[in-house]
């Protein structure tokens, strides 16, 4: 095996851009639906993963929403938790930073309180089992209006011990972030951790939306950011954490090969990416596949790989001291490391 895919596979890591209805795989899909009396338009796992062959984002967006739908009780939202937590282990994450839609659940009738709960009682048990730390993110789905992420955002009132941010995901391109100038506005006022999805399909004006308007502290994805020379210079200035996800960008088609990755372009630009999974059940590997993916079709370095592991904590929500001893524990695997 190439070593920089060992080096980045044991590494310590942190993972800040995974959607945890995306790390739903068919096999607990159906055994979940089953037991909801839920019927999937699917007979099998193999023809649900057989249906995973997307032109853009909207086209994985309808079949990603079809799948959640069978998650109703607060057992589920742990089980998809925790299934997600194991493997993230597994990659040798110690820090996770989790994206959930819950809109996408509420609209359907499921409790708020049952979602929240079922997701943070498997965080919890991460961290007493294996010592993982995580911060869950509250995403506003931006297709829908200012006045539902409002709701979402009251709904999360009574359970901001276990929220910790904002997000923005879902249809990007006519949806920019400043629909949702007022209410990050708000959940900045609330003490909360804000980022946005920004630069995926939509274009370097909806990056700048995200720093100027919405303030956010990351930048999901940040791709079409490269086409403008200002925006990177103000980017690389900030040492602004972009939390790409490679195999998601392939299977997206927001690049056509892995060898024209950005990733690369990214370092040499003085940007700060991390490297995460998104929705790694329906792109197609988790954190370390993503790694192994991009040493297999960039020359990148070993000092590449450092830093982007590095980024992973530079650019998460753990405290400054709880930071500064994960990057201590990174530099000691480094120098350990063959
Ligand atoms: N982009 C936008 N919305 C999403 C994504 C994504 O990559 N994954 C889940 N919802
Ligand atoms: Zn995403």
Same mark, same amino acid.
């Given at each position: 095996?190439?070593?920089?895919?060992?080096?980045?596979?044991?590494?310590?890591?942190?993972?800040?851009?995974?959607?945890?209805?995306?790390?739903?795989?068919?096999?607990?899909?159906?055994?979940?639906?089953?037991?909801?009396?839920?019927?999937?338009?699917?007979?099998?796992?193999?023809?649900?993963?057989?249906?995973?062959?997307?032109a853009?984002?909207?086209?994985?967006?309808?079949?990603?929403?079809?799948?959640m739908?069978?998650?109703?009780?607060?057992?589920?939202?742990?089980?998809?938790?925790?299934?997600?937590?194991?493997?993230?282990?597994?990659?040798?994450?110690?820090?996770?930073?989790?994206?959930?839609?819950?809109?996408?659940?509420?609209?359907?009738?499921?409790?708020?309180?049952?979602?929240?709960?079922?997701?943070?009682?498997?965080l919890?048990?991460?961290?007493?089992?294996?010592?993982?730390?995580?911060?869950?993110?509250?995403?506003?789905?931006?297709?829908?209006?200012?006045? *539902?992420? #409002? @709701? +979402? !955002?009251?709904? &999360?009132? /009574?359970?901001?011990?276990?929220?910790?941010?904002?997000? %923005?995901?879902? =249809?990007?391109?006519?949806?920019?972030?400043?629909?949702?100038?007022?209410?990050?506005?708000?959940?900045?006022?609330?003490?909360?951790?804000?980022?946005?999805?920004?630069?995926?399909?939509?274009?370097?004006?909806?990056?700048?939306?995200?720093?100027d308007?919405?303030?956010?502290?990351?930048?999901?994805?940040?791709?079409?950011?490269?086409e403008?020379?200002?925006?990177?210079?103000?980017?690389?200035?900030?040492?602004?954490?972009?939390?790409?996800?490679?195999?998601?960008?392939?299977?997206?088609?927001?690049?056509?090969?892995?060898?024209?990755?950005?990733?690369?372009?990214?370092?040499?630009?003085?940007?700060a990416?991390?490297?995460?999974?998104d929705?790694?059940?329906?792109?197609?590997?988790?954190?370390? *596949?993503? #790694? @192994? +993916? !991009?040493?297999? &079709?960039? /020359?990148?370095?070993?000092?590449?790989?450092?830093?982007? %592991?590095?980024? =992973?904590?530079?650019?998460?929500?753990?405290?400054?001291?709880?930071?500064?001893?994960?990057?201590?524990?990174?530099?000691?695997?480094?120098?350990?490391?063959?």
């Open positions: 095996m190439n070593p920089l895919i060992s080096l980045a596979a044991n590494a310590p890591k942190a993972e800040l851009h995974l959607h945890v209805e995306g790390s739903f795989e068919p096999e607990l899909m159906f055994e979940i639906a089953q037991r909801n009396g839920v019927k999937l338009p699917f007979a099998t796992a193999e023809e649900i993963r057989a249906a995973y062959d997307f853009n984002l909207q086209e994985f967006l309808d079949i990603y929403y079809q799948g739908s069978v998650l109703l009780h607060e057992r589920d939202f742990y089980d998809l938790t925790m299934a997600y937590l194991r493997r993230a282990h597994e990659d040798n994450v110690i820090h996770a930073e989790i994206f959930f839609d819950p809109q996408g659940h509420t609209e359907r009738g499921v409790d708020f309180a049952d979602v929240v709960g079922g997701i943070s009682r498997a919890d048990e991460a961290r007493d089992q294996w010592g993982m730390s995580s911060r869950l993110i509250l995403c506003f789905l931006r297709h829908l209006s200012e006045e *539902d992420a #409002f @709701a +979402a !955002l009251e709904q &999360a009132v /009574p359970h901001l011990d276990a929220i910790a941010g904002v997000g %923005l995901d879902s =249809s990007e391109v006519g949806h920019p972030p400043s629909k949702f100038a007022r209410v990050f506005a708000k959940a900045r006022d609330m003490g909360l951790h804000v980022v946005a999805h920004a630069g995926e399909e939509g274009p370097p004006d909806y990056v700048w939306e995200a720093l308007v919405l303030k956010v502290q990351r930048i999901d994805h940040g791709n079409r950011a490269l403008d020379a200002e925006l990177v210079a103000r980017l690389a200035r900030d040492k602004t954490c972009l939390t790409v996800c490679p195999l998601s960008n392939l299977k997206l088609c927001v690049i056509d090969d892995m060898k024209h990755h950005p990733i690369k372009t990214m370092l040499e630009a003085g940007l990416p991390c490297v995460n999974s929705d790694p059940s329906y792109f197609g590997g988790y954190v370390n *596949d993503n #790694f @192994a +993916a !991009l040493i297999e &079709a960039l /020359p990148l370095s070993r000092d590449d790989v450092a830093q982007l %592991l590095r980024n =992973s904590f530079a650019g998460s929500f753990l405290a400054p001291d709880e930071k500064a001893a994960a990057l201590a524990r990174l530099e000691d695997y480094l120098d350990g490391a063959p």
